[in-house]
């Protein structure tokens, strides 16, 4: 009789096991899904973000040429004006 009881407490607790875990079971593939695309958009973040570095790397070189020019042309502007 106690080995009834037992095994019935044993298959209920598997039983509502099961039933808890289903529902996590059911959203795996989606959530695997939604992790992908989380990944991908890591990656296109990454690439945008080396893009913005190197972009901010130009805009430096550029900022400094147009200052070394605006020195040479007050130097020539200077010059014209002796």
Not at 8 to 15: C, D, G, L, M, T
Not at 28 to 38: N, T, V
Not at 40 to 55: K, N, V
Not at 64 to 81: N, P, S, V, Y
């Amino acid at each position: 009789m106690v080995t009834w009881i037992v095994v019935a407490v044993v298959v209920s607790a598997f039983v509502v096991l099961g039933l808890a875990a289903r529902p996590v079971l059911v959203r795996l593939p989606r959530l695997r899904r939604a992790a992908l695309r989380l990944q991908q958009r890591q990656q296109q973040a990454e690439s945008l973000l080396a893009g913005a570095t190197a972009l901010q790397g130009r805009a430096e070189v550029m900022q400094r040429t147009l200052a070394t020019t605006e020195q040479r042309l007050t130097i020539i502007k200077a010059k014209r004006g002796q």
